[in-house]
Every structure is written in C-alpha cells, then in structure tokens.
C-alpha cells in the first residue's frame, strides 16, 4: 500500500510561481508512473501532468503546457510540479497519483492510478 502526502499549496496573486511537492511511502516509488490532477469545485477532476517511472517521459495537459513543469527523485520518493505564471484559473486542489500500470498513453486517465494523495489547495487571486 503507497501512502501519498502533497504539501507546498497556499495562496498567491497571479503570475506568481509554487512548487509542489509529493512524497511517497509503504511501496517502492521508482515502480510507479505518478500523476498531478486538479479539482476545482463544481468541476471534475482534471490530468495536469505526469511523468514514467523513470522519468524520461513526461505529458502536460494543454492548459499548463510551457507554465508547470513535473519531474521526480526517487532516491528521496518524491514528484515535483513546478508552477509557474498562475493564473486565477488554476485554482484547485490539486492532487498527486501513483500507478503501476499507467503508460505514456494512459497517463491522463484518473482512473489507471492506483493511489491517490488527499490533495494540496492552490488559490491564485487575480
């Protein structure tokens, strides 16, 4: 069972950067490909970025492509996703995944992770 803890939301004025950060325990992390959604209220939850196992390939949803940035160090079980020019948009909780089974091309289906963290809240003011 992999235990997920996010941490590094708040609340910043637009154009402003955060990283975030979760940190992975209870499994071996470098078998997991691992996934950032987001979920604001009334809304369904959203694949913002993932990254393989390995780290050498990663996917970004349209919307954060060239402003997020997702890596990952497995020797400390923890993914990254560097934000950068937020916007009031991407205001959410956002959500950190894991799964053993997710690919390149299924790395933005929710429902292919395995694990999920409880989330981090990101409010951007405009």
């Known amino acids: 069972q992999v235990q997920l803890v996010e941490s590094g939301g708040g609340l910043l004025q637009a154009g402003g950067s955060l990283r975030l950060s979760c940190v992975a325990s209870?499994?071996?992390?470098?078998?997991?490909?691992m996934g950032w959604f987001r979920q604001a209220p009334g809304k369904a939850r959203e694949f913002v970025a993932g990254?393989?196992?390995?780290?050498?390939?990663?996917r970004y949803a349209d919307s954060v492509k060239g402003r997020f940035a997702v890596s990952r160090d497995n020797a400390k079980n923890t993914v990254y996703l560097q934000m950068n020019s937020l916007k009031a948009e991407d205001t959410s909780v956002y959500y950190c995944?894991?799964?053993?089974?997710?690919?390149?091309?299924?790395?933005?289906?929710?429902?292919?992770?395995?694990?999920w963290g409880q989330g981090t809240q990101v409010t951007v003011s405009s």
């Open positions: 209870g499994g071996t992390f470098s078998f997991y490909a």
């Open positions: 995944a894991a799964g053993g089974a997710v690919s390149i091309g299924t790395m933005r289906e929710a429902s292919r992770y395995d694990y």
């Open positions: 990254i393989t196992w390995s780290g050498g390939s990663t």
